[in-house]
Nanobody, 121 residues
Framework: QVQLVESGGGLVQAGGSLRLSCAAS????????MGWYRQPPGKQRELVAQ???????DYAASVKGRFTISRDSAKNTVYLQMDSLEPEDTAVYYC???????????????WGRGTQVTVSS
């Protein structure tokens, strides 16, 4: 069983900061890319940021320069530092990880349950 557990969401004023964390637990062989997605109210889920096993990062244009993704491979944890938050960043944020459960098992995506981020104007 693999679980992704997010933490760090909450309510913040515009211009403020939050740091999200997501820890992977359970039995698995390796973790490839990890990332964060978000789903604003009434909209589809979208990619926010992603980081590969080698540390390469990719960001949505709307958050570039304001958000920073990082990971601690020893702790199987990915972080999202969110600065200069805007009301448009309000959404449920989901952690995603591409995980191999065995050396001869195809990797698949796993998702956390989500954490609410609300930015007030």
């Amino acid at each position: 069983q693999v679980q992704l557990v997010e933490s760090g969401g909450g309510l913040v004023q515009a211009g403020g900061s939050l740091r999200l964390s997501c820890a992977a637990s359970g039995s698995f062989f390796s973790i490839n890319a990890m990332g964060w997605y978000r789903q604003p109210p009434g909209k589809q889920r979208e990619l926010v940021a992603q980081i590969t096993g080698g540390g390469a990062t990719d960001y949505a244009a709307s958050v570039k320069g304001r958000f920073t993704i990082s990971r601690d491979s020893a702790k199987n944890t990915v972080y999202l530092q969110m600065d200069s938050l805007e009301p448009e960043d309000t959404a449920v944020y989901y952690c995603n990880a591409n995980i191999k459960r065995g050396w001869n098992v195809r990797a698949r995506d796993y998702w956390g349950r989500g954490t609410q981020v609300t930015v007030s104007s």
